[in-house]
């Protein structure tokens, strides 16, 4: 089971690649923001915690437009070639290859993630000093790009499954993930709003109901995110898929 899971996980990924969603995504997530908010832009070098912090900060804004689109594409691609006769003629189920179409989006997403923080971590060349430490970079990719990047694809993944629609798929999570973007829902919200983090700014810790927020707000979200992809699963159908072309 998992090693069909992996395989197509890893055909879903590739195909991605492959795909025009990936000019997208160079755009969106790995040039903007070096040119929106950064050290190279505001011509500063910023301390290591704010740079990583902004750095994911930024990928969690694109991402709300991003990843939409990037599901949409998943099983667009399956309704327009032969892809799932050839699949399911390997005695594969729906429910595996639910799984190893989310986990190949998912982890495309990621992809772009972590390759955004190696560029952030290479910005003090431009000001020719050392690179950043790559270990505060990585803290924050696990616990914002991450985190919100698995909620964002299992809610948009959800609403495919439920509605199949493809403007739906685009514009319901879009709508809702700015609107849990707020400073008004700090459990609930995507990102990690910037008036908990300002200490970052000037080389301070951050205090321990801010650090309590955070976790309870990541928390709350990979919840709800595992509870969504569990229902997407349960709720695919192989007949759908089929009709669906």
């Known amino acids: ?33 070096i040119f929106v908010y950064s050290p190279i832009e505001r011509n500063e070098q910023w301390n290591v915690l704010y740079a990583a912090y ?14 939409p689109i990037i599901v949409m594409s998943i099983y667009y ?13 390997q005695h594969i189920t729906g429910k595996i290859y639910a799984v190893g179409k989310f986990l190949g989006a998912y982890c495309y997403c990621l992809f772009f ?15 020719k000093q050392t690179p950043y430490s790559p270990i505060p970079f ?19 993944y959800f609403i495919d ?7 739906l798929t685009i514009f319901i999570p879009m709508i809702l993930f700015l609107s849990l973007s707020g400073d008004n829902t700090p459990k609930i919200s995507l990102m990690i709003s910037g008036i908990y983090m300002d200490n970052l700014y000037i080389g301070k810790a951050l205090s321990p109901e801010t650090i309590n927020i955070i976790m309870t ?6 919840i709800l995110a595992f509870v969504l992809i569990i229902i997407s699963i349960l709720k695919f159908s192989t007949e759908k898929l089929m009709n669906r072309r």
Not at 116 to 123: A, F, P, Q, R, Y
Not at 138 to 156: C, E, Q
Not at 217 to 222: H, T, V
Request: glycine residues 0%; proline residues 4%.
């Open 54 to 67: 902004q750095c994911n900060h930024a990928l969690v804004i694109l991402g709300v437009m991003v990843i």
């Open 113 to 127: 993630c972590i390759l955004e923080n190696v560029i952030w971590m290479l910005m003090p060349l431009y000001f």
């Open 77 to 89: 691609k399956d309704e327009i070639t032969e892809m799932p006769v050839i699949i399911f003629s």
């Open 1 to 33: 089971m998992f090693k069909q899971i992996f395989v197509i996980a890893k055909q879903e990924f590739k195909s991605l690649l492959k795909n025009w969603i990936t000019i997208i995504c160079i755009i969106a997530l790995l040039i903007a923001p």
């Open 138 to 156: 990585f803290k924050y990719f696990i616990l914002y790009s991450a985190a919100s990047y698995l909620a964002m694809v299992a809610f948009a």
């Open 217 to 222: 707000n990541r928390i709350f979200i990979i």
């Open 161 to 167: 499954i439920m509605f199949n629609i493809k403007p």
